[in-house]
């Protein structure tokens, strides 16, 4: 699908602009948006959503999604990879072939990242007009603080939002020290409930995100199989986990191996961090957009090659 070019939301406008979309899911400060939305269905009618996932067409998550959208009278279509392909990011195939299978009715299955699904999708399902949203997920395990720019989750939800789709990656927490299942079917009536919530805040004939802004979703496994204890705005920390190396390098011409783990305890230190909200049992929602600059890092940039010719 050829690629549009939305409007890229940086630091607190990203934050204040998606508090006044979910209204009433999370408090924060309102800030009137200053793209133009383009046209989408009117808040009470059945959106057309593409749905996919990095876990695999069949996993328990995307399941769960798929069925509460189904049963909430939303148009879905999934098209997600045929295996699982966590941790892939935003990869996308440029060149060659890819399989692509339909194991049900709405289902389809292809060879592929999550970026391919969405790419794959958009210029087949889609070819004749986009969908109203992109939703990924939801995942199984949080993707939240220095997990995030791994995820394939949240790389399917960027890809959409560079073809200048609203998009939101969900994905529901996996508890490291229990063996306590992760609770997909309130999830996805979570994610039935926030698309209502987007559709009632965007009024008739407007999109339901402004232009290059994405939502990544994550939903909290509550000791006892209690509820979530709120819904939280908060930014993409830089906590939660690190991968970790370790092993002997080889001498010339020889072979050695890298023992590869992760160490799920790393401290937080952003403030109001994702990684902090879910650790709290809360539902956090962090705006995300699909490019890579921010507005601190290209002022500090400035001043370092202040005065070269």
Known sequence: MPHRSPLFLRGAVAVTIAATALGGLAAAPAMAATTKPSASPSASAPLHILLTNDDGWNAPG?????????????????????TNQSGVGARATFGGTLEVTHPEEGR?????????????????????????????GTNTGQNIAAATVHSGTIGAAVTA??????????????SFTSAAQPPFDATAAFVVKLVTQLQKQA????????????????????ENGGAPRG??????????LDVVDSGVLPAVGATSSITVSVNPAVPETVKNADS??????????TP??????????????????????
């Open 108 to 136: 389809y299955a292809i060879a592929g990242s999550p970026a391919d699904s969405v790419e794959a999708a958009l210029s087949t399902v889609y070819a004749a007009g986009a969908p109203d949203l992109v939703i990924s």
């Open 203 to 222: 009024g008739t004939g407007k999109r339901l995100l402004p232009g290059g802004l994405g939502l990544n979703v994550n939903f909290p496994i509550v």
């Open 288 to 309: 995300i957009t699909g490019n890579y600059d921010t507005v601190p890092s290209v002022t500090q940039l400035s001043r370092l090659v202040a005065g070269l010719r």
């Open 161 to 174: 939002l560079n073809d200048g789709i609203p998009a939101i990656a969900v994905s529901t927490e996996t």
């Open 276 to 285: 902090t909200a879910l650790a709290a049992d809360k539902i956090a929602i």
């Open 62 to 82: 995307i399941t769960a999604v798929y069925n509460a959208l189904v049963a909430a009278g939303h148009d879905v279509t999934m098209f997600a990879p045929s």
């Open 231 to 240: 819904v939280a705005l908060t930014s993409t920390g830089m906590g939660f």
